[in-house]
């Protein structure tokens, strides 16, 4: 895979069995009204969030879209019809500008992840105690 700017190195975590998950993939609506990909969604047939979300499956990252209307949900697993060349994959690296929709999660205070702890170790308890004691 190839290594694109802004995008981790895919290669680097496949060996290593990292999977890699793209947050908030359709950048909260703003990709999907930029020029290029609704131009390149156009040269496929396809709405812009299957071409992004085509390009997030190539790249061999999950993407997991947000969405609420039945309609919409069926459209984004619509991606298994169509394919990217190498021009679309090139023209949407060009569109990377270093921009983060949220904090970067190293940034993440200890304060703001404290919450975040509490709520798994109270889930890691109650899977423990729902397991049978032949189970465990």
Known sequence: M???PGVRNIAYDAKRRIVTEAWSPLG???T???ETV?????KHGKTPAQFILRWHLDLGVVAIPK????????????LFDFALDAGDHAQLATLDRGHRLGEHPTHCTEEQSAPIQRRCVEFESKARSATSPVER
């Open 67 to 78: 969405s609420q209307d039945p309609a919409r949900i069926c459209d984004n697993l619509d």
């Open 28 to 30: 909260r609506g703003d």
């Open 32 to 34: 999907l009204r930029n």
């Open 2 to 4: 190839a290594r694109l």
């Open 38 to 42: 609704v131009a390149l969604a156009a």
